[in-house]
Nanobody, 121 residues
Framework: QVQLVESGGGLVQPGGSLRLSCVASGSIFSINAMAWYRQAPGKQREVVVT???????NYADSVKGRFTISRDNAKNTVYLQMNSLKPEDTAVYYC???????????????WGQGTQVTVSS
């Protein structure tokens, strides 16, 4: 069994910052891609940023220059540093990790439970 636990969401004023964390635990052999998604009320879930096992990243245009993804492979953790937050960043943020549970096995996508980020004055 693999579990992802997110933390770090909350209420912040426009222009403020938050840092999200997502820790994977359980039967983990290897982790490839990690990603953050978000879903605003009444909208579809969208990808915010991905980071591959080698460290390459791909950001949505709406967050470029404001958000930074990073990973700590030793801790099975992915972070999302969010700066210069805007009201339109308000959403539930979800992490995803592509995890291999045994040598030679397939990679499966695992998801966190979501953490609310609200940007409002």
């Amino acid at each position: 069994q693999v579990q992802l636990v997110e933390s770090g969401g909350g209420l912040v004023q426009p222009g403020g910052s938050l840092r999200l964390s997502c820790v994977a635990s359980g039967s983990i052999f290897s982790i490839n891609a990690m990603a953050w998604y978000r879903q605003a009320p009444g909208k579809q879930r969208e990808v915010v940023v991905t980071i591959m096992g080698g460290g390459s990243t791909n950001y949505a245009d709406s967050v470029k220059g404001r958000f930074t993804i990073s990973r700590d492979n030793a801790k099975n953790t992915v972070y999302l540093q969010m700066n210069s937050l805007k009201p339109e960043d308000t959403a539930v943020y979800y992490c995803r990790q592509d995890i291999q549970t045994r040598r030679g096995g397939p990679f499966y996508q695992y998801w966190g439970q979501g953490t609310q980020v609200t940007v409002s004055s």
